[in-house]
């Protein structure tokens, strides 16, 4: 049997902001080698990417979005 809680998946809007941040700052914890992090938007734009604000936010703290799609 598969670990129920082995993939997190964040959801808000557009996938732009809250979503992108919180599936970052988990993986920054260090929790993503146990976990599978992602992030989806219910009506997010194909190829739309993480706002500028995010990006700015999450990099001050050292974190990145790579794969972030």
């Known amino acids: 049997?598969?670990?129920p809680f082995a993939h997190v998946l964040f959801v808000c809007t557009g996938n732009t902001c809250r979503s992108p941040m919180?599936?970052?700052l988990l993986r920054?914890?260090?929790q993503s080698d146990s976990?599978?992090?992602s992030?989806?938007?219910?009506?997010?734009?194909e190829g739309g990417g993480a706002s500028t604000e995010t990006l700015e936010?999450?990099?001050?703290?050292g974190?990145?979005?790579?794969g972030f799609v």
Not at 39 to 45: E, T, V
Not at 63 to 66: A, E, M
């Open 1 to 3: 049997m598969s670990d």
């Open 28 to 30: 920054a914890k260090g």
């Open 39 to 45: 992030s989806a938007g219910i009506a997010a734009y």
């Open 35 to 37: 976990l599978e992090v």
């Open 57 to 61: 936010i999450l990099q001050e703290r």
């Open 22 to 24: 919180a599936e970052g």
């Open 63 to 66: 974190i990145g979005l790579d």
